[in-house]
């Protein structure tokens, strides 16, 4: 019965049926977080674990089927690890290596040259989850002096039992798109900590709810104008045949919509999190924070007219385990540079094995690269400086901005495109401007440095 139901309903909004299964699942987290706040908040550990299990596993089999059994498997072997191996480094390589062959093997057997909503979306979302559970399990062994801030507020001093590492793991809030949290803030939401009324539920129906209505007007924005700018577009004769000036604006504009599908989902997912209390921050100012799960700056995003802008205003939970797991652990290699090449390249390969993003991350590193030269050319240099703050800046920002999508675009292109006869064919018709834009900003910038800096000031970042 529910199947037809789902047919006509996903011929009626002109979407797959996987992705209205997927996008059913995502609002059928506030009812559950409703059911959590009025008949389980005040009952036994226990009993909530086996409602987040359940939960959780629900969604895994109306998405997957019984393909299910990828995450469950998973899960449990992680804990085996967990109990078997300790808080030891050992402990920490074999989680790593068994979770990310499995989602890399995952890739390999399902992948097609389409964006397909499949088990492994979820599993990649749940092998950040278990390798960093096996991080912080491995932090709770060390002395406090040893740790970072963040790794004190992460770190298990006992290993969790079977029940504890299911229920974080299939919890509705982050099982199926994240964000990614970790099981000592799982704990805590368990043990009814996470509220600003403490021995109550959280006063956090309205900061949901404001956080539903954004994300479902993002989600109305993606409904209207995407099937205006479908990534087919791209390998059309049509396309092909557009002025110049034309393709690039396409590039513009087609980044900016296609990124509001991700934008619309991780917003009304965090309005979950944030009912269930899981979103709480703690008070700042005598006002409750709830944006602890927060996997978006939709202001930010909007606004910021800079690359590192967009980054640090998108993904940010998945962007925050990277720096905490990897970047920052990679400390031994005495290279920040270095340690930023290793994380990009772990999140390429976790991303999947299509060529499209390797050329996309990449390219992230050489953008950012010129950005943050180009940053310190404005900042050092007195015209570029007066000119910045000038009553030309609201022209220059209009400026930025375009250059900003475009160039966001740009590097979207292979990631979304995946395989390198579509994503090649793509930057043929453009002539490579991206490629050839950045290139040319990187050699010239020593030169524009040494005529717009002056000597002094030049001497002095030398010396530093």
């Given at each position: 019965?529910?199947?037809?139901?789902l047919e006509k309903?996903?011929?009626s909004?002109?979407?797959?049926?996987p992705?209205?299964?997927?996008?059913?699942?995502?609002?059928?987290?506030?009812?559950?977080?409703?059911?959590?706040?009025?008949?389980?908040?005040?009952?036994?550990?226990?009993v909530?674990?086996?409602?987040?299990t359940?939960?959780?596993?629900?969604?895994?089999?109306?998405?997957?089927?019984?393909q299910l059994?990828?995450?469950?498997?998973?899960?449990?072997?992680?804990?085996?690890?967990?109990?078997l191996?300790?808080?030891?480094?050992?402990?920490?390589l074999?989680?790593?290596?068994?979770?990310m062959?499995?989602l890399?093997?995952?890739?390999?057997?399902?992948a097609?040259?389409?964006?397909?909503?499949?088990w492994t979306?979820?599993?990649?979302?749940?092998?950040?989850?278990?390798?960093?559970?096996?991080?912080?399990?491995?932090?709770?062994g060390?002395?406090?002096?040893?740790?970072?801030?963040?790794?004190?507020?992460a770190a298990?001093q006992?290993?969790?039992?079977?029940?504890?590492?299911?229920?974080?793991?299939?919890?509705y809030?982050g099982f199926?798109?994240?964000?990614?949290?970790t099981?000592r803030?799982?704990?805590?939401?368990v043990?009814?900590?996470?509220?600003?009324c403490?021995?109550k539920?959280?006063n956090?129906v309205i900061?949901?709810?404001?956080?539903f209505?954004?994300?479902?007007?993002?989600?109305?924005?993606?409904?209207?104008?995407?099937?205006?700018?479908p990534?087919?577009?791209?390998?059309?004769?049509?396309?092909?045949?557009?002025?110049?000036w034309?393709r690039?604006?396409?590039i513009?504009?087609w980044?900016?919509i296609i990124?509001?599908?991700?934008?619309?989902?991780?917003?009304?997912?965090?309005?979950v999190?944030?009912?269930?209390?899981l979103?709480?921050?703690?008070?700042?100012?005598?006002?409750?924070?709830w944006?602890?799960?927060a996997n978006?700056?939709?202001?930010?995003?909007?606004?910021?007219p800079?690359?590192?802008?967009?980054?640090?205003s998108?993904?940010i939970?998945?962007?925050a385990?990277?720096?905490?797991h990897?970047?920052?652990?990679?400390?031994?290699?005495?290279?920040?540079?270095l340690?930023h090449?290793?994380?990009?390249?772990?999140?390429?390969i976790?991303?999947?094995?299509h060529?499209?993003?390797?050329?996309?991350?990449?390219?992230?590193f050489?953008?950012?690269?010129?950005?943050?030269?180009a940053?310190?050319?404005?900042?050092d240099s007195?015209?570029?400086?007066k000119?910045?703050?000038?009553?030309?800046y609201?022209?220059?920002y209009i400026?930025?901005?375009?250059?900003?999508w475009?160039?966001?675009?740009?590097p979207?292109v292979?990631?979304?495109?995946?395989?390198?006869?579509?994503?090649?064919?793509?930057?043929?018709?453009?002539?490579?401007c991206?490629?050839?834009?950045?290139?040319?900003?990187?050699?010239?910038?020593?030169?524009?440095?040494?005529?717009l800096?002056?000597?002094?000031?030049?001497?002095?970042k030398?010396?530093?």
């Amino acid at each position: 019965m529910a199947a037809p139901l789902l047919e006509k309903l996903s011929e009626s909004l002109g979407s797959p049926e996987p992705a209205v299964r997927l996008l059913l699942s995502i609002l059928i987290g506030y009812p559950f977080a409703l059911v959590y706040r009025r008949f389980l908040f005040y009952q036994s550990a226990t009993v909530i674990h086996l409602f987040h299990t359940f939960s959780g596993l629900a969604l895994a089999a109306f998405n997957f089927g019984p393909q299910l059994y990828h995450s469950a498997v998973c899960i449990f072997v992680q804990f085996l690890m967990l109990r078997l191996m300790g808080r030891t480094v050992t402990a920490v390589l074999s989680s790593f290596t068994f979770q990310m062959l499995y989602l890399l093997a995952g890739y390999y057997y399902t992948a097609t040259d389409q964006y397909d909503i499949k088990w492994t979306m979820p599993h990649c979302v749940l092998m950040l989850k278990l390798v960093g559970l096996s991080f912080d399990y491995y932090d709770g062994g060390k002395e406090a002096s040893q740790l970072s801030s963040e790794q004190k507020k992460a770190a298990l001093q006992s290993v969790p039992s079977l029940l504890e590492v299911y229920g974080f793991s299939y919890f509705y809030g982050g099982f199926l798109v994240g964000p990614q949290f970790t099981l000592r803030s799982y704990q805590r939401l368990v043990a009814g900590e996470l509220t600003d009324c403490p021995g109550k539920p959280p006063n956090s129906v309205i900061p949901a709810m404001k956080r539903f209505a954004l994300g479902f007007v993002c989600l109305i924005i993606y409904a209207i104008f995407s099937p205006y700018y479908p990534n087919s577009y791209y390998l059309t004769d049509e396309y092909e045949a557009q002025p110049f000036w034309y393709r690039c604006v396409f590039i513009l504009l087609w980044a900016k919509i296609i990124l509001y599908k991700y934008v619309s989902c991780w917003v009304i997912v965090e309005g979950v999190c944030i009912l269930s209390g899981l979103g709480y921050n703690g008070i700042v100012d005598g006002e409750p924070q709830w944006d602890a799960c927060a996997n978006m700056k939709v202001w930010l995003f909007e606004t910021t007219p800079l690359f590192g802008g967009t980054i640090a205003s998108f993904n940010i939970n998945t962007n925050a385990w990277a720096a905490r797991h990897v970047f920052k652990r990679l400390k031994f290699l005495g290279n920040k540079t270095l340690s930023h090449v290793a994380t990009l390249f772990f999140l390429t390969i976790w991303h999947g094995l299509h060529s499209g993003y390797i050329l996309c991350f990449s390219m992230e590193f050489f953008i950012i690269t010129v950005e943050r030269q180009a940053l310190a050319l404005v900042r050092d240099s007195p015209l570029l400086t007066k000119l910045a703050n000038s009553a030309l800046y609201p022209l220059i920002y209009i400026v930025q901005q375009f250059i900003h999508w475009l160039f966001m675009g740009y590097p979207l292109v292979p990631f979304c495109l995946f395989t390198y006869d579509k994503w090649l064919k793509v930057y043929s018709s453009v002539y490579f401007c991206g490629h050839v834009f950045f290139l040319v900003a990187f050699l010239i910038m020593p030169y524009l440095r040494k005529a717009l800096v002056p000597k002094k000031e030049r001497s002095q970042k030398k010396d530093e």
